[in-house]
């Protein structure tokens, strides 16, 4: 029997069930059975990948033992980056992205010269994944930076008015580069968190214009925090099968489903985003479970934040 009919035939016979997904088994002979059966389960993870997840989906697990509406684990840390005026590490799973904050000095826009700006890029480089290549943005930063871009706009977590140092001649630039150092999925939750904290940890000097010499002076004594006015939480979504969904897609997970979603909220409750490139659609009542699951998920990154913004206050 060829490894091809080996591996049908167990696909007919084996299901994973939820003692393999969770293997709590303590017992040698079921830690040896576990064994044998994730090493047949390789084998088909390699040969029938679409199949090896469904076997799995369908005891309403992941390969990766969690849930369907659980996420990986989080973290973050603030300040990680010294010689910026303000950054971010977050950590999703194995997903890492890191965003440094710096902040210049520009002429208002013609248009709206009571504005300043912030200029989100999303850097996706070959040293993150193998599926990128060193060049010119791929698609994909280019995407995740329009949609960076969007959340900013449509969140209005900063007033651009704030930035402005003197309407009509000097006004604050926010370069905000969002590096992703490991790509396993969900890069856009990810981006978001980075950025969110990134900002809230950006301090600026104060600033005036000289009468006399209509110069720029700035006094490094004084600085103050961004007045972040509300907190963007992206939460995205994988459908496998055109009906299943799951939350926090890895990157392997993404390239299997049948669409993925991703839906931002602010601690209102309010819709800031929604991106939905392509694929399976959705009817109104998944739609709706995927916005009650984003409100959720709100709550627990902004509980996380906040812990970590409250410990690096001096006491």
């Not at 303590?26 to 090493?39: F, G, M, P, R, V």
């Not at 590490?89 to 002429?107: D, H, M, P, R, S």
């Not at 819709?271 to 998920?297: E, F, I, N, W, Y």
């Not at 913004?309 to 006491?315: A, D, G, Q």
């Amino acid at each position: 029997m060829s490894v091809l009919e080996q591996v049908a035939l167990y696909l007919e016979t084996a299901s994973p069930g939820p003692g393999l997904c969770r293997r709590r088994e303590k017992d040698a002979e079921t830690w040896e059975y576990c064994s044998i059966l994730n090493t047949r389960l390789f084998a088909t993870r390699t040969v029938e990948p679409l199949e090896y997840y469904r076997r799995f989906l369908k005891e309403n697990c992941r390969p990766d033992g969690r849930e369907l509406g659980e996420f990986r684990t989080t973290t973050v840390n603030i300040g990680s980056i010294s010689t910026a005026d303000g950054s971010a590490l977050v950590k999703l799973g194995n997903t890492t992205v890191i965003c440094g904050i710096k902040a210049e000095f520009a002429a208002p826009p013609t248009d709206a010269p009571d504005k300043g700006y912030v200029v989100p890029n999303v850097d996706l480089p070959p040293l993150c994944s193998s599926r990128f290549r060193s060049g010119p943005p791929g698609e994909e930063a280019q995407v995740a930076s329009q949609f960076i871009a969007d959340v900013i706009e449509n969140s209005q977590i900063i007033q651009k008015e704030d930035l402005c140092i003197s309407p009509g001649k000097l006004a604050w630039v926010l370069y905000c580069d969002l590096i992703c150092l490991d790509y396993d999925g969900n890069i856009l939750d990810a981006c978001t968190f980075a950025l969110l904290a990134a900002l809230k940890n950006v301090q600026l000097p104060e600033v005036t214009i000289s009468e006399e010499t209509a110069l720029a002076e700035v006094n490094l004594k004084k600085k103050s925090f961004l007045n972040i006015r509300t907190h963007p939480v992206a939460t995205s979504f994988a459908v496998f099968d055109d009906t299943l969904l799951i939350v926090d897609p890895t990157g392997e997970e993404e390239h299997l489903a049948t669409g993925t979603l991703t839906v931002v909220m602010d601690e209102e409750g309010k819709l800031c985003c929604l991106h939905k490139p392509g694929g399976s659609g959705l009817t109104g009542a998944k739609l709706q479970d995927c916005m009650s699951r984003a409100v959720t998920r709100h709550k627990e990154v902004k509980k996380l934040m906040d812990e970590v913004v409250k410990s690096m206050k001096p006491k």
